[in-house]
């Protein structure tokens, strides 16, 4: 067999989508007391097919997008609370969660891969291997991870370290970035990035990814000095330097606010929503309803673009054996050719 390099354009893969958030608000909210199925809102969120996952101490349970009606049990196993990570592909409303492996007795975690979820919600297939092991935490503060849910990708940002895990969806490839900005980056920014986490034992916090066309951002909820949330802001984690910048407001900055709790989030492109749960409802989503553990969904607007081409190589063709043997006489023949003329000029230049 032989390779051949052609000239012209060779097939590339699709170019990475851009995309981003471009609001959200509290109108046309749905919501739903989560208690009775699902219990404490300590879990993650995900959203898949037409259902949003919201995963509590007790169970994961799946509701309806539209309405939070038809709530169904998953066959999530939410034994490990901590190791419950449900993270969303954006792209094509396809949920997943994280496997990983507990290092010794601290909360550090060896990421090995993902397990699919189906439309339903429930585990389905084979558990996708990732590129290559990812670590989330350290002795010196073992709760540093933001999980962010993108388009056609999952984002690990390690804020104590400052690295960043780009990896793309479905297939597992991890694209480590270094220099990515870290916690201490906005410790005297207002709002400070939140640290629920810190107080409430959790390993991670989960958020959503950007890209656009080149650097990746990560939108999270933020908090005061009084480690009360304010609302979710964009930080730009490839430019350190760069201020936090507002996205949604939960409401006045106040102690015991009934939005207190709001720690996580995802949204839904294919239904212009995003999702979230807070404990005791929330007045802007729930009026004066009494809730326990309030789940919901509200607006949202997305941009969503194709990103540009990646440069094309060369393409290779494959002769096949009888092109291997006229590539090996054309050779030699050119080679012949050149001894033959080196010989006449030696004869010329003696006679």
Request: proline share 3%; charged share 15%; net charge negative.
């Amino acid at each position: 067999m032989c390779l051949v390099a052609l000239s012209g354009t060779a097939s590339v893969a699709a170019a990475t989508d851009i995309f981003s958030v471009t609001s959200l608000t509290t109108d046309s909210a749905v919501y739903v007391d989560a208690n009775d199925l699902a219990g404490d809102d300590d879990g993650f969120l995900g959203v898949t097919g037409t259902k949003f996952l919201f995963s509590g101490d007790t169970a994961t349970v799946a509701y309806d997008l539209s309405d939070m009606g038809n709530a169904t049990v998953t066959d999530v196993d939410n034994g490990n609370n901590d190791n419950n990570w449900l993270f969303s592909d954006l792209k094509t409303q396809t949920s997943y969660y994280f496997v990983a492996d507990q290092v010794g007795d601290d909360d550090i975690y060896d990421v090995t891969g993902f397990q699919p979820l189906n439309q339903a919600g429930n585990v389905s297939g084979a558990v996708i291997a990732l590129s290559e092991t990812v670590t989330i935490g350290n002795e010196e503060s073992d709760e540093c991870s933001i999980f962010a849910s993108g388009y056609g990708r999952v984002v690990i940002w390690d804020g104590c370290l400052g690295v960043i895990y780009d990896i793309e969806l479905p297939t597992g490839t991890v694209t480590t970035i270094n220099d990515a900005a870290t916690y201490a980056d906005y410790a005297t920014s207002t709002p400070l990035l939140l640290n629920y986490w810190e107080v409430n034992n959790y390993v991670a916090q989960l958020g959503v990814a950007e890209f656009d066309g080149s650097e990746l951002h990560i939108l999270a909820v933020a908090e005061n000095d009084n480690n009360y949330p304010l609302g979710i802001y964009r930080y730009d984690v490839q430019d350190p330097a760069a201020a936090p910048t507002e996205l949604l407001s939960f409401g006045p900055d106040v102690e015991g606010a009934d939005y207190a709790d709001i720690w996580k989030f995802t949204v839904s492109p294919a239904t212009n929503q995003w999702c979230s749960g807070a404990e005791s409802g929330w007045a802007a989503i729930s009026g004066e309803d009494s809730i326990d553990e309030l789940a919901f969904c509200a607006s949202a607007t997305f941009s969503i673009s194709a990103g540009p081409a990646p440069e094309p190589e060369p393409e290779l063709a494959d002769t096949g054996a009888d092109g291997a043997a006229f590539l090996t006489i054309g050779a030699l023949a050119l080679l012949g050719g050149a001894t033959l003329l080196l010989s006449a000029r030696r004869r010329t230049a003696t006679s």
